[in-house]
C-alpha cells in the first residue's frame, strides 16, 4: 500500500466527502470546483453538446475558437438511423481579430455556407467562453439567419464558465423548449403515444427499448434526444406522457413540458433487470390497458428469463468484488448501486461530478456503512479512496481510465463514447459480461505478482 | 506543384487540430516533476486532459484555476492563486506550467505577472514557475507545443561555463520514438540534453506505488545546463523562427544551432546521423550501418508495390513533411500534403521536396472536410495521419494509415516508431502493407470482372 503523506486532501474539499455511517455534516455539492483540484468535471458547452448532439439532422455550430470544436468532434456513441450530419464537427474558428472587432459576421456567414452546402432543417449555435465574453448577440444573429433561409436556427447559451455541466443540460433543454414551441403548426391528429426523455442513443440503446414498447404495444412518440430528427421532436407535445431516464439532464425537460403541455411524467431505468422490469410495468400500468399490461408481463418474462441464466452465472464468478463508481450524473450512480447488487458486487466508493442533493440522499439510503461518497472528486481523491476501500473495479469515463489501470484496477467505461448497449435485459447482459472480462481477465494475475 | 494556398472558408468543417495549451501540456510532461495548471475555465482543460489520456492511455493530470462567471468580471488572479496553492499540496512539483486560455488572454489576464506575485507573495524564492500564454486561438497544438519548450527553457537555461554536452529538441513524436532517438544517440557516444524528454513520462511501465507525476523527464539541472551547450540540434524544419527553442539558445547564449528534420525515411536519417557524426567525430557504429543496409534492402523489397501510391498525409506541419519525404524516396505520390495550422515553412519544404512535380498538392491552416474534397479529386489510395481522418476511410475508402496525434479509436499510438533507420522500416512496413491489403483484397473480383467473359458462339 501507498503511504499517503495525508496531504492528498484539500481542507476545501472535506465536505464534498463522506463516509456512510460516520457522523458527519450533510454532503455539500452543486458547488463550483475548487480551483487547482484537478476536478474531473466538463463546461456548461459540454452539458448542452451531450444533451443537443443527438439531433441527427441538425448542423451544430460551434461558436469559437477552434479548440472547444476539435474537442468535440465526432467523440459519442449516440448512433442513427437516418441523417449523419450531427458527426460533423463545425467551428467559426474565432481568431484574435473576430475577439477584437466581433464574431457576428463570420457567424452568420458560417451559418449560410452551411445552409448551402447541407439544407439542414436546423441551425444550433453552440456559445462558447470566448463568444460569451465579447458579448457577440446570438440570439440576433440567429433570428436573422432563420428568416434569410427559412429553418430553425437557435442559439445555444453555453459559456463553459457560466457553471458546470448540469447547467449546459438546462440550457439544453430551454432550447429544446423552443424547438416544440417553433413547430407550433397545428398537431396531426395521432394516437396519443409517449416521448422518452433522457436516453441518447449510445450503442443504440433507444432501439433495444423501444423494440420493447412495440412488443408491448406502446407507441414511442418521440425520443429526447437519441437518433431524433427536428420533425420527431416537435411532435412531442402531442405525448400522453413522458417517460424520463436520465433525470440529471432531462428532469427539467419534463417538468418545462409538464408546466406548457400538460404532459405527466414519471422516471424510469433501464440499467439492470430489475429496474428494466419495474420500468415496464410502471408505463405498462400507465397507460391503463389491460392487454398492454398483460403483454408487458409476458414480454418481461420471456426477456428476463433468458437474461437470468448468464446473469447468475456472472453472479458466481463476481460476487464479493468490490466496486467504485464514479460517474456524471446521480441517476447513473443510483442504478449501477442496484445493479452490481444483483451482481453480487459491493458498492465501497461512489461518486458523481454533478449530483443533485436529492440524489445524494438517495445513494446514501442506499449503500452499505462504510462507502465513502464524494462529489467532484479528482484523482487524488479517487486514488486514494479506491485503494483505501480495496476496490476490484471502477466505472467511469475516459479520463478515469488509466488512472483505474496504473492501480491494477479492473474498469468499466459508462460514459457516452461506449460502442456497447447497457440497458435493457441485453444491456444487462452486456455489463455484466463486462465485468465479468475486466475483473476476472488473466492479466491480473501477472500485476499481482508486482509490477 | 499545385499552389494550393491557404484554402479559407467562413466555417471550420471537421477541424485537423487541437489547439495552442495542449501542446503546451505534452511540452511540460517532458520535464521531471512538472506539473501545469490552466488559467480558464474548467471545461478547456477537462477536454485537453480527455484527448490526451485517449490518445496515451496514462493519466493526465492537469490542474485549472477554474473561473467562474464572477472571475470573468473581475479578474481571476485569485482562482489561479489558489490553485497553485492546492496543485502544489497535492502534487509537489518541481516545476510549474502556468497556461493561458483563450477566455483568460481575453478577459486580459496576465499570467506572468499573477505568477510573479504569487512567488513573492508565498516566498517562494527562484521557485520554477513558468508561465506560457497560449491562448487556443493563437494556434494549433504543435505551436503551443514548441512556445512551451521554448519557455521553459528561457526560464531555467543559466550562462553556465561551456561544456561538450548537445541539446536536442524534439518536436511531438511518440515516447517510444524519443526512446529511439536517444538508443541511435548512446549508440554513437553521443552526451546529449534532450528536450522534453516524455519518453518515460507519457508511456510509464506498470509499477507500484502509484506515482501522481510519472518517473522521467528533462531534469531542471539538464535544463539549467543547456545554455553552455556546444550545440543544439532542433529536429523540426517548420517551426517558426519566434517558436523555436534551437533559435532562443542561439540567440541567448550563442549555442550553435543545426536544424535537422524529422529522421524519418533514409535521407532525413543520413542527415541526422551525418550530423551526429560531425559533431562529434564518431564513426557511424556497425549495428546502425546494418540497420540502414536493411532499410535498403526492404525498400527494394517494396518499391514495386508503393509505386501504386497515391497518398493524402495530414497532421502536425513536421509529421507531414517527413511522410511527405519518406513517400517521395518510395516512389508514393504524397499527392496531398496538409495541416489544420497554418505553415509557410511546410509550403515552402514541400515546394524543394516535390519540385518539378504537378500532381502534389500542399494546403494549410485547412480542415478536414477540404482534406477529404481535395483527397478524392487526387484519386488518393492511401491516407497517412491521425484518427479524425477516419472519414476518409468510413466515407470514401481510403484505408488509413494511423500516425500523429491524436490515435483515439486504435492502441498504442504512443508505441508506434517512425524515426531512425529501423523506426522508417517499420513506417514503410505499415505503409506497403496498407497498399497490398487493398489490392490483394479487391484483385480478384476485379480481374473476374475485367476480363472474363461467358465463352460463347461454335468454335
Ligand atoms: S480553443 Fe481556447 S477555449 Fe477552446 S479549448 Fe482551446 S483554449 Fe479552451
Ligand atoms: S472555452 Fe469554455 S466552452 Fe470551450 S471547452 Fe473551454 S470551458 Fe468549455
Known amino acids: 500500500m501507498k503511504t499517503d503523506r495525508g496531504e492528498t486532501l484539500l481542507k476545501a474539499r472535506t465536505g464534498f466527502i463522506r463516509t456512510k455511517g460516520e457522523r458527519m455534516p450533510t454532503q455539500s455539492c452543486e458547488a463550483d470546483s475548487v480551483s487547482g483540484s484537478v476536478s474531473q468535471r466538463a463546461c456548461v458547452y459540454c452539458g448542452a453538446r451531450v444533451v443537443l448532439n443527438p439531433i441527427t439532422d441538425a448542423v451544430h455550430l460551434v461558436h469559437g475558437p477552434i479548440g472547444c470544436a476539435s474537442y468535440t468532434f465526432d467523440i459519442r456513441g449516440s448512433l442513427s438511423s437516418g441523417a449523419e450530419l450531427y458527426r460533423y464537427s463545425f467551428s467559426t474558428d474565432l481568431k484574435e481579430q473576430d475577439i477584437i472587432f466581433g464574431g457576428e459576421r463570420k457567424l452568420a456567414a458560417a451559418i449560410d455556407e452551411l445552409v448551402q452546402k447541407y439544407h439542414p432543417p436546423l441551425v444550433l449555435v453552440y456559445s462558447t467562453c470566448v463568444a460569451g465574453v465579447i458579448g457577440d448577440d446570438l440570439e440576433a444573429v440567429c433570428r436573422a439567419a432563420a428568416q434569410r433561409h427559412g429553418i430553425a436556427v437557435l442559439p445555444v447559451e453555453s459559456s463553459g464558465f457560466a457553471g458546470n455541466k448540469s447547467e449546459g443540460y438546462r440550457v439544453a433543454c430551454e432550447v429544446l423548449m423552443r424547438l416544440m414551441e417553433a413547430g407550433n403548426s397545428p398537431l396531426p391528429a395521432m394516437e396519443p403515444g409517449i416521448n422518452y426523455l433522457g436516453d441518447y442513443n449510445l450503442a443504440g440503446e433507444l432501439w433495444i427499448i423501444g423494440g420493447y414498447l412495440r412488443r408491448m404495444g406502446v407507441k414511442l412518440n418521440a425520443a429526447f434526444t437519441g437518433d431524433s430528427s427536428l420533425k420527431a421532436l416537435q411532435t412531442a407535445p402531442a405525448a400522453a406522457f413522458n417517460i424520463v431516464q436520465c433525470a440529471g439532464s432531462m428532469g427539467y425537460l419534463a417538468k418545462r413540458m409538464q408546466e406548457r403541455y400538460g404532459i405527466p411524467f414519471f422516471h424510469v431505468s433501464f440499467l439492470g433487470l430489475q429496474d428494466s422490469a419495474d420500468s415496464l410495468r410502471l408505463i405498462a400500468s400507465a397507460t391503463g390497458d389491460e392487454e398492454v399490461m398483460a403483454r408487458t408481463e409476458e414480454l418481461i418474462a420471456e426477456e428476463a428469463g433468458q437474461a437470468e441464466p448468464f446473469i447468475q452465472a456472472y453472479r458466481d464468478k463476481l460476487s464479493g468484488k468490490k466496486a467504485a463508481v464514479y460517474v456524471g450524473g446521480g441517476f447513473k450512480a443510483i442504478s449501477l448501486i442496484k445493479q452490481f447488487r444483483e451482481l453480487g458486487v459491493e458498492v465501497v466508493m461512489i461518486g458523481t461530478q454533478t449530483g443533485r442533493k436529492e440524489e445524494y440522499d438517495e445513494i446514501h439510503n442506499l449503500v452499505e456503512d462504510g462507502t465513502v461518497i464524494l462529489d467532484d472528486a479528482n484523482p487524488a481523491e479517487l486514488e486514494r479512496f479506491m485503494s483505501r476501500q480495496g476496490a476490484d473495479l471502477l466505472v467511469g469515463g475516459v479520463k478515469e481510465r488509466p488512472l483505474a489501470y496504473k492501480l491494477g484496477v479492473a474498469f468499466i467505461d459508462h460514459n457516452h463514447d461506449r460502442k456497447h448497449p447497457l440497458s435493457g435485459f441485453e444491456g444487462a447482459v452486456h455489463f455484466a459480461r463486462e465485468v465479468y472480462h475486466t475483473v476476472c481477465s488473466p492479466v491480473w494475475k501477472y500485476v499481482k505478482q508486482g509490477g | ?459
Open chain 2, 1 to 459: 506543384m499545385e499552389a494550393i494556398k491557404t484554402m479559407r472558408h467562413s466555417v471550420i468543417e471537421n477541424p485537423c487540430h487541437a489547439c495552442m495549451p495542449l501542446g503546451a501540456i505534452l511540452a511540460f510532461k517532458g520535464i521531471q516533476g512538472a506539473m501545469v495548471i490552466i488559467h480558464g475555465s474548467q471545461g478547456c482543460s477537462t477536454y485537453m486532459r480527455r484527448h490526451i489520456s485517449e490518445h496515451y492511455n496514462e493519466p493526465i493530470d492537469v490542474a485549472s484555476s477554474s473561473i467562474t462567471e464572477p472571475g470573468t468580471i473581475y479578474g481571476g488572479s485569485v482562482h489561479l492563486k489558489k490553485g497553485l496553492d492546492h496543485l502544489i499540496q497535492v502534487y509537489h512539483p518541481e516545476l510549474i506550467g502556468i497556461l493561458s486560455t483563450c477566455l483568460a488572454e481575453t478577459i486580459g489576464e496576465d499570467i506572468a505577472r499573477i505568477a510573479a506575485e504569487y512567488t513573492v507573495e508565498r516566498d517562494m524564492g527562484a521557485y520554477p514557475l513558468v508561465s506560457v500564454p497560449t491562448p487556443g486561438y493563437g494556434g494549433g497544438h504543435s505551436e503551443g507545443y514548441f512556445l512551451a519548450v521554448r519557455h521553459i527553457i528561457a526560464r531555467i537555461a543559466r550562462p553556465v561555463p561551456k561544456h561538450h554536452r548537445i541539446n536536442v529538441i524534439v518536436p511531438h513524436l511518440t515516447p517510444a520514438e524519443v526512446r529511439e532517438i536517444k538508443r541511435i544517440m548512446d549508440l554513437m557516444g553521443v552526451d546529449y540534453i534532450l528536450c522534453p524528454d516524455y519518453s518515460e513520462t507519457l508511456d510509464s511501465p506498470f509499477a507500484r506505488p502509484y506515482q501522481k507525476i510519472a518517473g522521467g523527464g528533462t531534469s531542471l539541472q539538464e535544463l539549467a545546463m543547456m545554455g553552455g551547450a556546444s550545440a543544439t540540434i532542433e529536429m523540426s524544419r517548420c517551426v517558426e523562427t519566434h517558436l523555436s527553442p534551437g533559435r532562443y539558445l542561439a540567440g541567448t547564449f550563442e549555442v550553435p544551432l543545426y536544424n535537422s528534420p524529422v529522421p524519418v525515411g533514409i535521407e532525413a536519417t543520413d542527415l541526422f546521423v551525418n550530423l551526429l557524426k560531425e559533431l562529434t567525430g564518431q564513426p557511424l557504429p556497425d549495428v546502425l550501418q546494418r540497420e540502414r543496409g536493411r532499410l535498403l534492402d526492404g525498400m527494394i523489397d517494396s518499391h514495386k508495390y508503393n509505386a501504386e501510391g497515391r497518398a493524402v498525409i495530414f497532421g502536425d506541419p513536421d509529421m507531414v513533411l517527413a511522410v511527405s519525404s519518406i513517400c517521395m524516396e518510395n516512389g508514393i505520390v504524397p499527392a496531398v500534403a496538409a495541416s489544420g495550422v497554418h505553415s509557410k515553412a511546410l509550403e515552402l519544404e514541400m515546394q524543394t521536396l516535390t519540385a518539378g512535380r504537378t500532381d502534389v498538392a500542399t494546403v494549410t491552416e485547412t480542415d478536414l472536410a477540404v482534406i477529404r474534397d481535395l483527397a478524392v479529386k487526387a484519386e488518393a489510395n492511401i491516407a497517412i495521419g491521425h484518427s479524425d481522418g477516419r472519414y476518409l476511410t468510413e466515407r470514401e475508402g481510403i484505408p488509413l494509415v494511423r500516425l500523429g496525434f491524436p490515435i483515439h479509436d486504435r492502441v498504442g499510438g504512443q508505441r508506434l516508431v517512425s524515426v531512425g533507420y529501423a523506426g522508417t522500416m517499420m513506417l514503410l512496413d505499415r505503409i506497403t502493407n496498407c497498399l497490398l491489403d487493398s489490392k490483394l483484397s479487391a484483385y480478384r473480383p476485379r480481374m473476374l470482372k475485367k476480363y472474363y467473359s461467358e465463352p460463347s458462339g461454335k468454335f
